[in-house]
């Protein structure tokens, strides 16, 4: 090789000014999304001859969402949402097969997401059947179908203060009694204790398959168009993250204060006390979900039915206190304050007293979807922590049969409080 080819191998290429490579560098980053929404907006402006291909599609069904009917003095409130991509105008609304006279808070005609209170003078008698009509402007008609006509139930004093303290009841107290096992379960023995942490488990699974079933229920009263199977991944994606990032940190501080003491250094994975507040958080957000069905139950005037679901939901939720409790039972955790037992019950169970709000003065599909599937998220996540706790503290394995036998006790556990739960 020559000299002058040698010289030309050896020269380096020109080093461009940082101001200049930054610019490239961005360039380069935005070019795919900038070239995706081009290719995007090319088929948007010739979508039409592009389905012209492949035939005639019929138009979407102009239907209206009833989010809810409200009985109030001398009048029904129907709330609606236009849930279509083309605009619907309301033409004629019904009550029982009748034409009645309606007034529209704001505009008639409806954009998509939309939303409007359809106000009907009506002379209502408390506890009849109804049948609301609305009928758009094509002729599509949205029924809505109430049992039993309630009055409604108004933000005040004495509401506020039932709702909360059957949330209390339902939530705070359960949990309460439940972490009461905490002194019996520092005395078994560390086999025990690992069938005990199975049992949390079973407890868990239960839970997030419960709250996975209840937020299909729920997304299936929501219009195709709000994508419920998609709210419901994202909740439970959000949820399981989070949790997961919770105890983490959780297990880093608590590492931390063990290290710059005399104590021996953690165990590998969660520690007892960040584990405990995970399963908390988990059950927590599903006493959030518990709450809105009591509350909604109230809202459309089944009495008789929100009684058996506080009795129920009472009764099932003091095995969630001791599913908390049950990390802590670890000898190596030490003594555990009266004032974090506290923060822990109100952690699990607050919720609850939120959600009976929530549900007994909004009542929305919507909310009541995404927080059930928050649930089944945060349950899940805190398996996975409860199963690592048992690999890394204690020395037996699932097919021993305290950690079996405790994992289905914990399911069969579940499912006979939810049949008191209705």
């Known amino acids: 090789m020559s000299s002058t080819d040698t010289a030309a191998v050896s020269e380096p290429d020109p080093v461009l000014p940082a101001p200049q490579r930054r610019w490239r560098k961005w360039v380069l980053v935005a070019l795919p999304v900038v ?28 239907e209206l969402s009833v989010s809810r009917v409200l009985f109030e003095d001398g009048e029904i409130v129907v709330r609606v949402t236009n849930p279509q991509p083309d605009p619907i105008t309301i033409g ?17 005609t409806l954009g998509r997401f939309d939303r409007a209170k359809i106000r009907i003078p009506f002379a209502w008698n408390e506890g009849e059947p109804y049948v609301i009509g609305i009928t758009s402007g094509s002729g599509i008609q949205t029924t809505a179908e109430v049992t039993a006509a309630v009055a409604r139930v108004t933000p005040s004093p004495s509401s506020i203060f039932g709702f909360g303290l059957i949330g209390l009841l339902v939530g705070v107290l359960p949990v309460a009694l439940g972490l009461l096992w905490l002194p019996a ?35 299936a009263e929501l219009p195709g168009s709000f994508g419920g199977l998609g709210l419901i991944i994202l909740g439970a994606s959000l949820s399981f993250v989070g949790v997961g990032a919770l105890s983490g940190e959780l297990t ?20 007892g006390l960040a584990l405990a507040t995970a399963i908390a958080v988990g ?14 139950s109230f809202a459309v005037g089944e009495l008789a039915f929100s009684s058996l679901l506080i009795i129920g939901f009472t009764v099932h939720n003091i095995t969630e206190g ?31 007293v939120i959600g009976a709000w929530i549900g007994g003065f909004i009542t929305s599909a919507l909310l009541a979807t995404f927080f059930f599937a928050v649930a089944a998220g945060a349950a899940a996540q805190v398996v996975a922590e409860v199963v690592g706790y048992i690999r890394g503290h204690t020395d037996s394995s699932w097919r021993t049969p305290y950690v079996a036998g405790g994992f289905i006790a914990g399911i069969g556990i579940m499912y006979t409080t939810s049949l008191i739960a209705g």
């Open 252 to 271: 880093r501080r608590a590492g931390k204060i063990k290290s710059s003491g005399a104590t021996a250094s953690m165990t590998p994975g969660a520690s």
């Open 35 to 62: 070239l995706l929404f081009g290719a995007l907006a090319a088929f948007t402006a010739m979508d039409d001859r592009v389905f012209g291909l492949i035939g005639d599609n019929p138009p979407p069904a102009d």
């Open 185 to 219: 379960l520092r005395t078994v023995s560390r086999h025990a204790l690992a069938g005990f942490m199975a049992l949390t488990a079973g407890l868990l699974v239960f839970l997030a398959v419960d709250a996975t079933f209840e937020a299909l229920e729920q997304s």
């Open 322 to 352: 001791l599913a908390i409790a049950v990390p802590l039972a670890d000898r190596d955790e030490g003594r555990v304050s009266v004032r974090k037992l506290a923060g822990l019950a109100l952690i699990a169970g607050l919720p609850a």
């Open 92 to 108: 004629v609304v019904t009550v029982d097969d009748a034409i009645v006279n309606y007034s529209v808070d704001g505009n008639e």
């Open 283 to 296: 059950i927590g957000f599903h006493n959030l979900g518990e709450g809105l069905a009591i509350g909604a």
